[in-house]
Each structure stands twice: as C-alpha cells, then as structure tokens.
C-alpha cells in the first residue's frame, strides 16, 4: 500500500501537498512543520537531496536557529529521515527522505477501516444474536467476520439466509453459512434467460 501511495505520487496522480494538508493536524503537527515537510518534499522533487538550512529557512520565512529545531524536531518525530546512499566507486552521498508522513497516512486509514469493520461486525452479530435468541460462539463470531473480511456479504444477504435458517430446524450460524454459500453459488451458475440479456442490451443502448 504504501509503494501504491508513492507510485500514484511519482506518477502525478496524487499530490504529497494534498496529503500533507488534508492530514496533518490530524497527526499533531503544526502548520509550520507541514511547509516545511512540503518544501523538502519539492526539493527531492527537484533532485536535490542536501538541506542548507540557511536557504531553507528564506523559504519558511524563519531565522536560520528556529529552521535547525523545526528540522531536528521533524527528524526526533520520525518525519524527517537523513540517509546515506551509494553513488558507486566506494563513495556515498547525504540526502533525506519525507516519506514516514505516507506510512502515517496508510496507518491511519487502515485503523479508520479497521474501526469501520468492527462497528459492521458488532451490528450483525447483536442482529444474529437477537434473532437466533442465543449468544454466539467465538466460531460464530469468526465466521461474522469472515462474511465481512473475505466473503463480502451484504447485510440484507445475511438478513435474508438468517430468516430462511429460521424456518428449518436447529437454526444456527453454520446454517447460516451454508445458505449464504449455497444462493452465491446459485447466482454463479444460473445463466440469465435471454429476456434478461435483452433487457440490459436496451438499457445500455438507451443510456
């Protein structure tokens, strides 16, 4: 993901400045701190990998002390990386990189995600719980998430199987599953009648 984020960069697709603003306070740093990360990314940009803090600091509108701690502070927070790389011939060149503020971006969505999931989780498994009038097990619950994470299933799919499972005898989450599996494998192999076929030729001819 992260090499996905820096690919769509490279590529002009996706702007390291948006990022930049839409994202920072929301990782605590000061608009300051987010110029400045902005710049030395326009200067990797531009191909200059060392820092002269003495122009750097003209562009931040700073003296040259207050640019040294804003670039030491982005450095001890992990924003700033100083590095060495091989030039060949046995020699090494200083330059830096800016890229920790795309792994915080991906961090950040994934727990947004994460956090999405698991609100979607919960709500279902109240929702079989209720239903079933029985708590689940913890393989019950696993297997709620496995609809969610690998199987895609959306709620009213799952509402539905719940109520047919309701109908036979034992009702069970296992039950549940096999209905689920059993009407995508249906979707899967039933071809479409030829009205059907003819009904989405004309809707795509009419759009």
């Known amino acids: 993901m ?4 820096r690919k769509l960069i490279n590529d002009n697709a996706l702007r390291y400045r948006d990022l930049v603003l839409a ?13 400045a990360l902005i710049r030395l990314h326009t200067l990797l940009e531009e191909k200059k990998g060392v820092i002269k803090p003495e122009k750097f600091a ?4 700073l003296n040259v002390s207050d640019t040294r701690q804003l670039l030491e ?10 590095k ?8 090494q060149q200083e330059t830096f990189d800016v890229d920790h503020f795309l792994h915080k971006v991906i961090d950040h969505y994934k727990k947004a995600n994460d ?12 929702f079989l719980e209720d239903t079933l009038q029985r708590p689940l097990s913890p393989l019950d619950v696993d297997l709620v998430g496995e609809w969610i994470d690998k199987d895609n299933y959306s ?10 499972a309701l109908k ?3 009702p069970s989450v296992r039950l549940i599953d096999r209905l689920l599996l059993k009407k995508v494998d249906h979707v899967k192999t039933t071809p479409k009648r030829k009205e059907d076929l003819l009904k989405e030729f004309h809707a795509i001819w009419d759009e």
């Open 168 to 170: 036979r005898q034992n």
């Open 23 to 35: 994202y920072y306070h929301k990782f605590g740093l000061s608009e300051i701190e987010a110029m």
């Open 58 to 61: 003209k562009w931040l509108s």
């Open 73 to 82: 502070s982005l450095m001890e927070k992990g924003y700033l990386q100083i």
């Open 155 to 164: 709620f009213d799919m799952v509402k539905e199987a719940t109520f047919d």
């Open 2 to 5: 992260d090499k996905l984020l």
């Open 84 to 91: 060495l790389i091989d030039c060949g011939n046995g020699k």
């Open 115 to 126: 956090y999405e999931k698991a609100g979607t989780q919960h709500e279902w498994i109240v």
